[in-house]
């Protein structure tokens, strides 16, 4: 779907149609588009669907300091790498480590572990080194305490080169311009980042979410219907 | 079959009834062309997802490529998903195993490397020291549904029994849509599914239209 398609279709299911826009203003809709591919990403990612993921894949390389056990994401300056992908979700390390074969060449796949068991790599490890390079992973705050992605590696004896795949945050889906339905002029910045089988989940879960932002009555008769320990028993009621 | 044919379906099961046949008074005016076609792209979008998904040889057939990717090939805009991989040595052809994304990254140097092929974003890993060509089938998003076409990437039955009812499905959403009356669309559902309406997070539209295309394709 083009961006156009998407704004439209969103707005078919707010109100009364993309010609009659009346409650919600493009900046909601952006965000709650944005949520959505969140959400499906994040499901995406658990359970590993690589048709969704194809076009969410980027590569990058970097390398550690000497006697280094962790590398910056390069220039990831404000949450964004030098080429303006943000890092969202590591899925794969190819990692070479200096003078044993040379820069990315003899290249070891890293099998990706959490944060903590990297710890325990680090503090149980006999006479200062134990797998080579074979394990990963990657935080989200550099380790001078500045915002920034770090991939750490089990092996810091010598300089380790990396190439990092990993899933890019879908850049914000931006409409600018004024007026309503056909008579608007906008222009958007960036499209949806999934591929287009997976556009209508994104328009349907966009509307949704911004559907569910209501007065909030359903919920305070929930509320209120639950302490009084009534909820879903009208059924038992009538048999009293 | 023809959009226009499919817009005036899609009015008449909305019961906004077509232009052709009645004065302009009478002629329904809630759901408008455009609006329509954009539902008829969304059901055409979830049934190629559905098709993909369910992976079913006879459907999947509707969406293989006619010319296969080979080396040097810019990749394809309508690529949607690989169907079948080939590499060559001296125009000798083998069989290649295709691995997507994740899959594929912990071959890309190595020495096993083979007759894999792997493709991450828009680009094809293989083993290029010992081959020298591969061939990459794959199955392509049909055209979209545009305004004035003729439509024949599917059987006209799929584009009248399943693409116009579930484009009408999704458009019948625009109608009740005060928020008011969707969230007590999803109090019903959750109620009426034994779920707890406050913690149960499910996207009505999604699902109500996955539901419909189920039993349209028989529950495959």
Redesign the interface.
Known sequence: ?TKQ?II??IE????????DREWFEYGEIERAIQEAQYRIIGELVKK?D??G???????IQTKSADAQDYAPVPDYVGSTTADGYQFMYP??L?VSGDGISGAYSG?Y?ATYIDTNQIWQHDNYKVSGQQTLGAYYTVTHTHQSGLEGADIYFTDPSHKNYATL?YIEKPKEFIVSGVGSGALDVLTYTNNLVL???????I???A??IL?????M???RA?IAVREMGMI?KFEEMGND | MTTTQMIDIVRRRMDDIGADVLTDARRGTFY?D??IL??L??AQ??L??YI?ESQDNHLMSFLMCKTPIVLNDTFPVNY??AAEGYVYSGGIPYRAEIL????A??Y???VVWNTTIG????DIYYDGTAWDNYKVYYYE?PPAIIAAGDNYAFLDDMYLGVICELGATI?G??EP????E???K??ARA?REGLN??VTSF????EY?KYLLKLLMGNK
């Open positions: 779907m398609e439209s279709a078919i299911f707010l109100d009364e149609g993309f010609y590993s690589e048709r993921l194809r076009t969410s894949y980027k590569t899925r794969g190819w290249m796949n795949f591929p287009r089988e997976y556009h209508h989940k328009v349907f879960l509307a949704e559907n569910n932002r209501d007065v009555e359903y919920e929930n879903n | 408008r455009d609006e954009l539902c792209n969304m979008d979830m190629v997802d993909l949607a998903y997507l994304g994740a899959n990254i912990p890309l140097y190595d493709i991450i974003n828009d998003y458009l959403f625009k849509q005060t928020q008011r969707f969230k007590n999803m109090v109620n309406p406050d996207n009505t539209i999604l239209s």
